[in-house]
């Protein structure tokens, strides 16, 4: 990585397809952030290909990537979300999910021909997709007094650091989103901000 508060990613859901003595293997690679977005595909892709014999898949989330899984669906041992992982891993991609589904063309393909199906399939959806750098976020909570407001936005300004859900009043709110290698720099400078509060949320 360049930096230590970057990863690669794919930008947008992408397809490919690989096809071997009539078997065809269908790949569709989704961009995740957690294990519930994984489950909701999974269960979206085996009702769009229920027709397919096999659904096998693989994935990497976190930061670096070190949550994981590798799933054969059926296939044999090590022939299917190894394969699948190794793409992702290739690519030096994390945050992404790759499945599979097999539809059987009636020859066998062997260990190696099906290690060689899953990751020409998974290779495929991952050269088709748009790579891009995501910054990590520190998101945060601010709650200030109305007559902060002035120097909370001048450090939003010049940190040129994004935000969302404003809310002004008497007690003021917003939501703001630190580049993780800011944060330090940009709560110390909140910090002297007097009647001011951070709440740390999540990093995404």
């Known amino acids: 990585m360049a930096s230590s508060d970057i990863y690669k990613t794919i930008k947008s859901v992408s397809h490919g397809l690989f096809k071997e003595k009539g078997s065809k293997f269908v790949s569709i690679a989704f961009r995740v952030k957690n294990e519930g977005e994984i489950k909701m595909f999974l269960d979206e892709i085996r009702k769009e290909h229920h027709d397919a ?39 030096g991609l994390t945050n992404v999910l ?10 066998l393909l062997g260990t190696s021909g099906l290690i060689n199906a899953y990751k020409s399939a998974a290779g495929s959806a991952l050269s088709n997709a748009e790579i891009i750098d995501h910054v ?11 007559l902060a407001m002035n120097d909370v ?52």
């Open 153 to 204: 936005m001048k450090i939003i300004k010049d940190g040129d650091i994004a935000q969302s859900a404003p809310s002004f009043g008497l007690e003021c709110r917003l939501t703001v989103y630190i580049r993780l290698s800011e944060t330090e720099k940009i709560r110390a400078k909140l910090s002297r901000i007097e009647g001011l509060k951070i709440n740390l949320l999540e990093v995404e």
């Open 53 to 91: 014999k096999h659904h096998s898949y693989a994935y990497a989330i976190g930061v670096d990537g070190a949550t994981w899984r590798a799933n054969d669906d059926g296939e044999p041992s090590g022939t299917a979300g190894r394969p699948i992982l190794g793409q992702i891993r290739s690519f």
């Open 136 to 146: 990590i976020q520190q998101k945060c909570d601010l709650i200030f007094p109305y």
């Open 98 to 107: 790759v499945i599979v589904p097999r539809y059987f063309g009636g020859t």
